[in-house]
């Protein structure tokens, strides 16, 4: 049985080629105006045959289908790598060639992850005015929206990925966080800019279906707002080439926002005259694995910035957080255990004062089954005091002139890894009031869609 010998590679592509050139050359003879010298009559010119084919004037071996494949390749009526007008973005590759391979892409579309989170929850209170300072809390008897969340991100090019979390209220709509990140800076430099949660402590950055507890602890809520610290501006952190984790985060974000910048510009709208009018974070994140089963984070936070109370009045804020993890992975086990500790310093400077105050909260959670887990949670708040040391009445929060304390322990239940059930009580000891608040919250939340994995 005889073979065909198959062509060398090179041999192919010098064919092509040449067929390229042959038909570009064709081409350009065919357009271009015959020379005073040419000397050929014009009843001398060569004429098609009456019967011939569609493919009479293709170059030797080429269907009609392979020449609207070169001419595809050569762009049509547009030169290859310029845009076709003004509002045309320009090619992968400044003047042309391949496009840039874009993780994520085919095809030349990007696919956007995108989820819908949804967060309800039935409650009821022994008060009739629950302290509940997060804006996603259950703040009523009944039944609770407490957030519909369209969370979208996708890699936009080699360069940089855009992020966004969009949340539906039962009375509006608003953009949380819309932000893009560098994805190639070097020396493990990374830039995010557009709006978005600071990095402040450890709650601080996360969204609700990330949390532990139903609710948002209230030294959040106190010292932030119930939406946590966030805002329009830009930020940049820096791994070390240090021989454990470390990373060093820098932000300059707009200081205002009731319910996000409370402590310092809040909603009194004063404008941007300096650098010094918006707030400044900085942050350090260790990392320490202590063994195979047991791991360590360690965190160090600090905000600044202006507050409303008076000519260049400012406010401090200093945190620390850590988090320890025991999960075992040397032998199988759906045991996971946690503790969460996180505490904040607050310093303002208010007409004729100093106020400082102090807030903090601990969490251990279990997770003892694929399905079950269980968590239990301690919150502190001490009133305002001046720089005698004395209590002082805080613009922010007048009725808060004495500690509060707060109980909760919860139990919660994963059908699938789509959804999620959760009861939780707490006891809630303001002594400024009368006696004790009690809650006891049921909470469901759905998710569906394409929804990343949480940070560690």
Do not use: C
């Not at 070390?240 to 707009?254: A, K, N, Y």
């Amino acid at each position: 049985m005889s073979s065909v010998p198959r062509r060398p590679h090179g041999a192919l592509f010098a064919v092509s080629l040449s067929v390229l050139l042959s038909t570009a050359t064709a081409a350009a003879q065919e357009l271009s105006p015959p020379s005073p010298d040419a000397g050929v009559p014009a009843s001398d010119a060569p004429t098609a045959e009456p019967d011939a084919g569609p493919s009479s004037d293709l170059p030797a071996g080429l269907t009609p289908e392979e020449m609207a494949q070169i001419e595809k390749a050569f762009g049509g009526d547009t030169q290859q790598g310029v845009p076709a007008s003004t509002s045309a973005a320009p090619d992968a590759t400044p003047g042309g060639g391949f496009p840039l391979s874009i993780p994520g892409a085919s095809s030349g579309t990007n696919f956007l992850d995108m989820s819908f989170i949804l967060d309800v929850a039935a409650a009821a209170f022994t008060s009739k005015e629950p302290l509940q300072g997060g804006a996603h809390d259950p703040t009523r008897n009944g039944f609770n929206l407490q957030q519909l969340e369209l969370s979208i991100g996708s890699v936009v090019d080699p360069y940089f990925r855009f992020d966004a979390n969009i949340v539906y209220s039962q009375f509006g709509v608003e953009i949380e966080e819309a932000y893009g990140t560098t994805l190639a800076l070097p020396a493990s430099l990374q830039v995010r800019a557009g709006q978005f949660l600071t990095r402040f402590g450890r709650l601080n950055a996360t969204h609700p279906h990330a949390w532990d507890f139903v609710d948002q602890p209230f030294a959040m809520s106190r010292v932030f707002g119930g939406e946590g610290n966030r805002g329009l501006g830009v930020e940049l952190s820096w791994l070390t080439p240090l021989p454990w984790f470390v990373e060093v985060t820098g932000s300059l974000t707009d200081a205002t926002g009731e319910a996000t910048a409370r402590s310092f510009l809040a909603s009194s709208g004063d404008r941007v005259l300096s650098p010094l009018d918006l707030q400044a974070t900085g942050v350090v994140k260790q990392f320490f694995p202590l063994s195979d089963d047991l791991s360590f984070m360690w965190g160090l936070s600090g905000a600044t910035g202006p507050n409303p109370t008076g000519y260049r009045n400012r406010t401090d804020i200093f945190g620390t957080d850590l988090y320890l993890r025991y999960r075992p992975i040397t032998e199988a086990s759906n045991t996971l255990v946690s503790l969460q500790v996180e505490a904040l310093y607050r310093r303002r400077q208010v007409p004729g004062d100093v106020l400082t105050d102090f807030n903090s909260y601990a969490q251990l959670a279990w997770r003892f089954s694929q399905r079950w887990a269980t968590a239990a949670r301690y919150e502190l708040g001490t009133a305002a005091k001046g720089e005698d040391g004395q209590v002082a009445v805080d613009p922010l929060d007048p009725e808060w002139t004495k500690r509060r304390d707060r109980v909760s322990v919860n139990l919660t239940f994963w059908p699938t890894e789509f959804s999620r059930l959760r009861f939780q009580a707490a006891r809630d000891n303001a002594r400024w009031r009368d006696e004790a608040d009690y809650s006891a919250f049921l909470a469901l939340e759905l998710v569906t869609g394409a929804h990343g994995a949480h940070a560690f």
